[in-house]
């Protein structure tokens, strides 16, 4: 006699891809985990059906491997393109089921009507989900979730960021990681939250006018993924072509293309994990991980076009993390809207931190001028650039300057406004690593180690911090700042004094000056360089200068950066 299906249940299509393997199970927790055979149809989709009540269920696959590890073995694995997994060391899959049909999400969004900024004003906060609560003077002591960075999002929005990069919220083994290797693409890591919470937090910010940049990992995947455990040599290189530094675990093998079935089977697994994060997510841009490692600038190409034709009419830019770095990928005809500017980085860093580093002296002021503008570097444009001090790869600034510098105290925060006071006014999208902006001194580390919001109770910390903002206010209300214009007016190798002007077509102009030493400069004056006759106003003290006959003179402390705008 046929089993009845329950009350209120409908028939829920469980399915798994997996072409050349001998069977493949079903197994769940609404029948104690009694395997069900599945059916395989003729383009290798392994499917069958069972009747559910609304609800939330767990469940695995049990497969015939073809992994050359464990060939002809059964393994047990979790649903490679479920969306959540439960957070224990079964791992199982979680499905949510409504009238028969499982769903990614049960989030009412609220403010998609909200207009969010063009690319070329993005101000990038670079953050870790983990690490962004929890640390010394935080009420939450516990490692950050999801629901945690909204309580966080006011301080973002005092700062003025308009644009998180979450650092990989995509399921990886264990709860803390930088989440660079995974078990998935498609899967919300569990340790921050469930889908519901990250749309929750994407929202959130979307209603202060902060956009969300996803960091995808489409490069490699984590030794114990579900995929390489189905049939490994199906969607992976069997021996990694990449040369050891880049050999970060199985890597997708986008070059393999199944003539039989007709398909790219590692390029439509990952495209179509691309396609979900954009459209059920609202994401609002893509940082791609080593896409030195990926190579295929048409494979990246494609990437880019899917990712904007999902996001509609909303903005929408994609970052490429190339390093060393390549501004072909980020230009006019390169594949993705932006890239790093590394060769920015190795030099403002060093300068900022007064010292020589990786062979760049940091009082080097023409080299310096010349990288501010990214266009004499190879990109096409400062939409093109990211531009940044540190990032998650790197030692912070505050801990170098004490470490390497040997630079502490009031001198060691003049340092830090001098590197922020160039970032926020150079060409090009600028990018903060989490803690930077009140900083946090502490050293790289792989395992857990929050933000220390503490600090912010210290004077020189605040101070750091209101600098930032105050840059950030500044360039949001100059358009000249975030234009391509840029043009080196004065450059005084032997006292370390640099200008620059930067300008658009309604007739703002900002003049910058630095001193990058640390030493007390003096006067300078700037000279033949179009500044028009008038009341100026400098921006970081807050007192007008006169310029005559063109000329400007002013007196720069140590480590001092003016800023002046025509009033």
Same mark, same amino acid.
């Given at each position: 006699?046929?089993?009845?299906?329950?009350?209120?249940?409908?028939?829920?299509?469980?399915?798994?891809?997996?072409?050349?393997?001998?069977?493949?199970?079903?197994?769940?927790?609404?029948?104690?985990?009694?395997?069900?055979?599945?059916?395989?149809?003729?383009?290798?989709?392994?499917?069958?059906?069972?009747?559910?009540?609304?609800?939330?269920?767990?469940?695995?696959?049990?497969?015939?491997?073809?992994?050359?590890?464990?060939?002809?073995?059964?393994?047990?694995?979790?649903?490679?393109?479920?969306?959540?997994?439960?957070?224990?060391?079964?791992?199982?899959?979680?499905?949510?089921?409504?009238?028969?049909?499982?769903?990614?999400?049960?989030?009412?969004?609220?403010?998609?009507?909200?207009?969010?900024?063009?690319?070329?004003?993005?101000?990038?906060?670079?953050?870790?989900?983990?690490?962004?609560?929890?640390?010394?003077?935080?009420?939450? /002591?516990?490692?950050?979730? !999801?629901? *945690?960075?909204?309580?966080?999002?006011?301080?973002?929005? +005092?700062?003025?960021? $308009? &644009?998180?990069?979450?650092?990989?919220?995509?399921?990886?083994?264990?709860?803390?990681?930088?989440?660079?290797?995974?078990?998935?693409?498609?899967?919300?890591?569990?340790?921050?939250?469930?889908?519901?919470?990250?749309?929750?937090?994407?929202?959130?910010?979307?209603?202060?006018?902060?956009?969300?940049?996803?960091?995808?990992?489409?490069?490699?995947?984590?030794?114990?993924?579900?995929?390489?455990?189905?049939?490994?040599?199906?969607?992976?290189?069997?021996?990694?072509?990449?040369?050891?530094?880049?050999?970060?675990?199985? /890597?997708?093998?986008?070059? !393999?293309? *199944?003539?039989?079935?007709?398909?790219?089977?590692?390029? +439509?697994?990952?495209? $179509? &994990?691309?396609?979900?994060?954009?459209?059920?997510?609202?994401?609002?841009?893509?940082?791609?991980?080593?896409?030195?490692?990926?190579?295929?600038?048409?494979?990246?190409?494609?990437?880019?076009?899917?990712?904007?034709?999902?996001?509609?009419?909303?903005?929408?830019?994609?970052?490429?993390?190339?390093?060393?770095?390549?501004?072909?990928?980020?230009?006019?005809?390169?594949?993705?809207?932006?890239?790093?500017?590394?060769?920015?980085?190795?030099?403002?860093?060093?300068?900022?931190?007064?010292?020589?580093?990786?062979?760049?002296?940091?009082?080097?002021?023409?080299?310096?001028?010349?990288?501010?503008?990214?266009?004499?570097?190879?990109?096409?444009?400062?939409?093109?650039?990211?531009?940044?001090?540190?990032?998650?790869?790197?030692?912070?600034?505050?801990?170098?300057?004490?470490?390497?510098?040997?630079?502490?105290?009031?001198?060691?925060?003049?340092?830090?406004?001098?590197?922020?006071?160039?970032?926020?006014?150079?060409?090009?999208?600028?990018?903060?690593?989490?803690?930077?902006?009140?900083?946090?001194?502490?050293?790289?580390?792989?395992?857990?180690?929050?933000?220390?919001?503490?600090?912010?109770?210290?004077?020189?910390?605040?101070?750091?911090?209101?600098?930032?903002?105050?840059?950030?206010?500044?360039?949001?209300?100059?358009?000249?700042?975030?234009?391509?214009?840029?043009?080196?007016?004065?450059?005084?190798?032997?006292?370390?004094?640099?200008?620059?002007?930067?300008?658009?077509?309604?007739?703002?102009?900002?003049?910058?000056?630095?001193?990058?030493?640390?030493?007390?400069?003096?006067?300078?004056?700037?000279?033949?360089?179009?500044?028009?006759?008038?009341?100026?106003?400098?921006?970081?003290?807050?007192?007008?200068?006169?310029?005559?006959?063109?000329?400007?003179?002013?007196?720069?402390?140590?480590?001092?950066?003016?800023?002046?705008?025509?009033?």
């Amino acid at each position: 006699m046929a089993k009845r299906k329950p009350v209120g249940a409908n028939n829920t299509t469980f399915e798994l891809f997996a072409p050349y393997n001998k069977s493949v199970a079903l197994i769940g927790n609404w029948n104690e985990w009694q395997p069900i055979p599945m059916t395989k149809d003729d383009k290798g989709t392994w499917r069958v059906e069972v009747p559910l009540a609304d609800g939330e269920y767990q469940y695995k696959f049990e497969v015939i491997s073809k992994s050359p590890f464990m060939m002809d073995q059964k393994a047990t694995i979790a649903d490679p393109k479920a969306l959540r997994y439960t957070l224990d060391s079964h791992e199982n899959s979680i499905v949510r089921i409504q009238k028969g049909v499982p769903v990614v999400s049960t989030y009412k969004w609220k403010h998609d009507d909200v207009p969010l900024v063009p690319n070329e004003q993005l101000v990038i906060y670079e953050l870790h989900v983990g690490d962004f609560r929890g640390g010394m003077g935080d009420d939450q /002591k516990k490692p950050g979730k !999801f629901t *945690d960075v909204i309580e966080k999002l006011d301080h973002l929005a +005092e700062l003025g960021i $308009n &644009a998180v990069e979450l650092m990989p919220v995509n399921e990886f083994p264990g709860d803390h990681s930088w989440g660079y290797a995974l078990h998935s693409v498609y899967a919300v890591e569990n340790s921050y939250g469930t889908p519901e919470e990250l749309c929750q937090l994407i929202d959130e910010c979307h209603g202060r006018g902060i956009r969300v940049i996803h960091d995808a990992v489409y490069n490699h995947m984590q030794s114990e993924a579900p995929l390489t455990r189905i049939d490994y040599d199906y969607w992976f290189y069997e021996h990694n072509p990449d040369e050891a530094s880049l050999n970060f675990g199985p /890597k997708f093998n986008y070059e !393999f293309h *199944d003539e039989k079935l007709d398909i790219w089977p590692a390029r +439509e697994y990952v495209v $179509n &994990a691309l396609r979900l994060w954009v459209g059920d997510f609202h994401i609002d841009g893509i940082r791609f991980d080593c896409t030195r490692a990926i190579k295929y600038f048409d494979l990246l190409e494609w990437f880019n076009k899917e990712a904007h034709s999902r996001a509609g009419f909303k903005p929408f830019y994609t970052i490429a993390e190339h390093v060393p770095q390549d501004a072909s990928i980020a230009t006019v005809n390169g594949p993705v809207d932006a890239a790093w500017h590394d060769n920015f980085f190795r030099q403002m860093s060093t300068t900022t931190l007064g010292a020589n580093k990786d062979g760049r002296e940091p009082f080097n002021t023409s080299e310096v001028l010349r990288l501010l503008d990214s266009r004499n570097d190879g990109f096409g444009s400062g939409y093109n650039t990211i531009q940044y001090l540190s990032n998650h790869d790197e030692e912070r600034i505050m801990y170098q300057l004490g470490a390497m510098a040997n630079t502490f105290d009031d001198a060691a925060f003049r340092r830090a406004k001098l590197g922020a006071s160039l970032l926020m006014t150079a060409p090009g999208i600028p990018m903060i690593w989490m803690g930077e902006e009140f900083g946090q001194p502490t050293p790289k580390t792989l395992d857990p180690q929050p933000l220390q919001w503490g600090l912010l109770n210290n004077d020189r910390n605040k101070g750091l911090f209101q600098h930032y903002a105050h840059l950030i206010k500044l360039r949001k209300e100059n358009p000249a700042l975030y234009s391509d214009n840029f043009q080196a007016i004065l450059d005084l190798p032997g006292r370390g004094i640099i200008g620059f002007k930067r300008w658009n077509d309604a007739g703002d102009v900002v003049v910058v000056v630095a001193n990058l030493m640390p030493v007390y400069a003096g006067e300078f004056e700037i000279k033949d360089a179009g500044l028009e006759d008038g009341l100026w106003h400098e921006m970081v003290y807050g007192y007008d200068a006169m310029i005559l006959n063109g000329d400007l003179k002013d007196t720069l402390a140590e480590s001092e950066v003016k800023i002046y705008i025509k009033r």
